[in-house]
């Protein structure tokens, strides 16, 4: 089916969000809620989210939207590539998260790094940023761009973490089974080809 409706009801909700953030008239910002609603309703009824769910997810926004950004840490070895095994899925993926407010996303991309997979790193090159809407990642609540840092390692030692029950290094032709709303399996192999190619310019969108 068609994701048209995930397109619909991000943009209702976003147009809603912003426009009870910033209208002073009571009953438009009483209208800006129910188009929220709708959005609401939509998202519950085209996925497996419960109302209240969504309602959830929505609510903690506020303000004007716009689409938020994960970072993703790209360590190569012998070439091989860091990945760390989710507890949520207990599907593997590049180490990142959503960046924090007050951090950069390399600063963001050392801490998660480090938390998930036990490393100290540097960051050095910008590998890719891509729209999750023209990438094959599931359908979602949110829009975001993933951002893909490459990093070297300084010192440290493969481990699990709060949100991660392992790391290991994986060559590009024994990949274990993806986290595919964290990474595909596309991307994972687009960040193998900056090993064969060390010039390769950054990708985007």
């Given at each position: 089916?068609?994701?048209?409706?995930?397109?619909?009801?991000?943009?209702?909700?976003?147009?809603?969000?912003?426009?009870?953030?910033?209208?002073?008239?009571?009953?438009?910002?009483?209208?800006?809620?129910e188009?929220?609603?709708?959005s609401v309703?939509?998202?519950?009824?085209?996925?497996?989210?419960?109302?209240?769910?969504?309602?959830n997810?929505?609510?903690?926004?506020?303000?004007?939207?716009?689409p938020?950004?994960?970072?993703?840490?790209?360590?190569?070895?012998?070439?091989?590539?860091?990945?760390?095994?989710?507890?949520l899925?207990?599907?593997?993926?590049?180490?990142?998260?959503?960046?924090?407010?007050g951090?950069?996303?390399a600063?963001?991309c050392?801490?998660?790094?480090?938390?998930?997979?036990?490393?100290?790193?540097?960051?050095?090159?910008?590998?890719?940023?891509?729209?999750?809407?023209?990438?094959?990642?599931?359908?979602?609540?949110?829009?975001?761009?993933?951002?893909?840092?490459?990093?070297?390692?300084?010192?440290?030692?493969?481990?699990?973490?709060?949100?991660t029950?392992?790391?290991?290094?994986f060559?590009?032709?024994?990949?274990?089974?993806?986290?595919?709303?964290?990474?595909?399996?596309?991307?994972?192999?687009?960040?193998?080809?900056?090993?064969?190619?060390?010039?390769?310019?950054?990708?985007?969108?």
């Amino acid at each position: 089916m068609s994701d048209q409706w995930l397109h619909w009801a991000r943009r209702i909700q976003a147009l809603a969000q912003s426009g009870m953030a910033f209208s002073k008239d009571e009953f438009d910002k009483e209208r800006y809620q129910e188009l929220r609603d709708i959005s609401v309703e939509i998202m519950s009824n085209y996925s497996d989210l419960e109302i209240c769910s969504v309602k959830n997810l929505f609510a903690s926004e506020e303000g004007y939207q716009t689409p938020k950004l994960d970072v993703r840490g790209v360590v190569f070895s012998n070439d091989q590539l860091l990945l760390v095994k989710e507890k949520l899925d207990n599907k593997w993926s590049l180490p990142g998260g959503f960046c924090e407010v007050g951090l950069s996303p390399a600063e963001n991309c050392v801490k998660e790094i480090k938390e998930e997979a036990g490393f100290d790193v540097t960051p050095i090159k910008l590998l890719a940023l891509h729209d999750n809407n023209k990438q094959s990642h599931p359908p979602d609540a949110y829009h975001y761009y993933k951002c893909f840092i490459q990093c070297k390692i300084n010192n440290g030692k493969a481990s699990g973490g709060l949100e991660t029950n392992e790391a290991k290094f994986f060559s590009r032709n024994n990949l274990p089974p993806l986290s595919t709303r964290r990474n595909t399996e596309t991307q994972i192999l687009e960040m193998f080809s900056f090993l064969k190619e060390n010039r390769k310019e950054s990708l985007f969108d």
